[in-house]
């Protein structure tokens, strides 16, 4: 923990030494990508070496040397040890480190278009979602659309799978019963509302935050998906997992635009066609890995049960009209659902 806070200090002083000086982190922009030139790549993420998103995060960086012959060399830092999603966005943008997975909830704070894609009732699958992130017709301009005044390129996504909502005491069932208990959410306005349309009362916390926060019952809840619960150990004190089912949440590979767009353009080809590919690997590992999570924990004592599904639906109903505002978003939703209906119905 000392230590983490101790690189995040000196993480965040150089890049408020260097902010806005394009070319920090050790990277010569006008060389990158030339022979005889190796590029060093930081990947913040805030996982365990548990999680599917490290093993795919390594694997992609193995990928990336080989298809360069070693001119981008990529390491993962795992753990929030470069800090936690909203700091590593920051020092991204500030050139501090290349590259990190933010969650959808942190990009909807900087543009709200990004809400889109991170509201409950957009996807009902996984595969609906990952053929929407491999769709530029679709979310090409959104994915764009932080370059120049963020300095934030965003690659592409990992799934989040289903999020569900669990708790220190009480077995959940139905939205009644979770009034009156304090649900961590992920720090976003619409994150903040679906917990209380779906009954609860919702309390924005970093995900390094969590665990503690359960076992000093400063929460009495959190909702996330089952991978989560087993890696960050929060099944070690939550007991209670209620299936609601309630969202299909997303990570983004999000990366240094400058140093993004500095590459020879065959060098961005090959990011982009390899990220491509890590959103199928890490997919396959994710399926795998959620039902062991379940296993793991279902083994340590916490108990699983189904919830009142068309409660919780018909409670999220009215987030889509208090939060998808413009003729965009309205626009970019419905081309979604298009390709989601496509799906389901050849399903
Ligand atoms: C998931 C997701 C993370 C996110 C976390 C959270 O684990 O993959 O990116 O930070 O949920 O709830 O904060």
């Keep these: 923990m000392k230590f983490k806070k101790a690189l995040l200090a000196m993480v965040g002083a ?69 800090g936690s999603q909203q700091e590593v966005l920051q020092l991204v943008k500030n050139g501090a480190i290349e590259m990190a997975i933010v969650s959808g909830t942190q990009l909807e704070n900087v543009n709200l278009d990004f809400r889109v894609l991170n509201m409950p009732t957009t996807f009902t699958s996984i595969e609906q979602q990952i053929a929407v992130l491999k769709d530029s017709s679709i979310v090409g301009d959104l994915f764009h659309s932080l370059e120049e005044t963020e300095n934030i390129a965003v690659l592409g996504g990992y799934t989040q799978g289903s999020r569900h909502v669990y708790t220190t005491d009480k077995k959940i069932e139905k939205p009644e019963d979770l009034k009156g208990l304090k649900i961590r959410v992920q ?30 019952g400063v929460i009495d809840g959190a909702e996330n998906n089952a991978v989560s ?43 982009y066609q390899l990220w491509n590919d890590s959103m ?16 793991i924990a279902l083994a340590q004592g916490s108990e699983f049960n189904d919830v009142d599904s068309q409660a919780f639906f018909d409670a999220l109903a009215p987030i889509k009209d208090e939060f998808l505002t413009t003729d965009y978003q309205l626009a970019l939703y419905d081309k979604i659902r298009a390709v989601a209906d496509k799906m389901e119905g050849g399903k």
Excluded at 189 to 216: C, F, H, K, W
Excluded at 282 to 288: A, R, V, Y
Aim: hydrophobic share 35%.
């Design 280 to 295: 199928d690997y890490h997919t396959q590992l994710w399926n795998e890995y959620t039902q062991e999570s379940i296993d």
């Design 229 to 271: 619960y087993n890696t960050a150990k929060h099944m070690e004190v939550a007991k209670h997992f209620a299936n609601t089912n309630h969202l299909i949440g997303l990570d983004y590979m999000i990366m240094r635009a400058d140093l993004l767009n500095a590459m020879p353009e065959a060098d961005r080809e090959v990011f």
């Design 187 to 216: 720090e976003s306005d619409m994150n903040i509302r679906m917990v209380e349309l779906m009954g609860g009362s919702a309390t924005p916390l970093s995900y390094g935050e969590v665990y503690s926060a359960l076992q000093a």
């Design 14 to 82: 150089l890049s408020l030494l260097l902010s806005g000086c394009a070319g920090y982190g050790g990277i010569k922009l006008d060389s990158v990508g030339d022979e005889g030139t190796v590029t060093y790549l930081k990947i913040a993420l805030n996982q365990t070496e548990e999680h599917p998103s490290y093993k795919a995060l390594e694997k992609f960086g193995e990928e990336i040397a080989s298809a360069t012959d070693g001119r981008y060399q990529i390491e993962v830092f795992p753990n929030e040890q470069l």
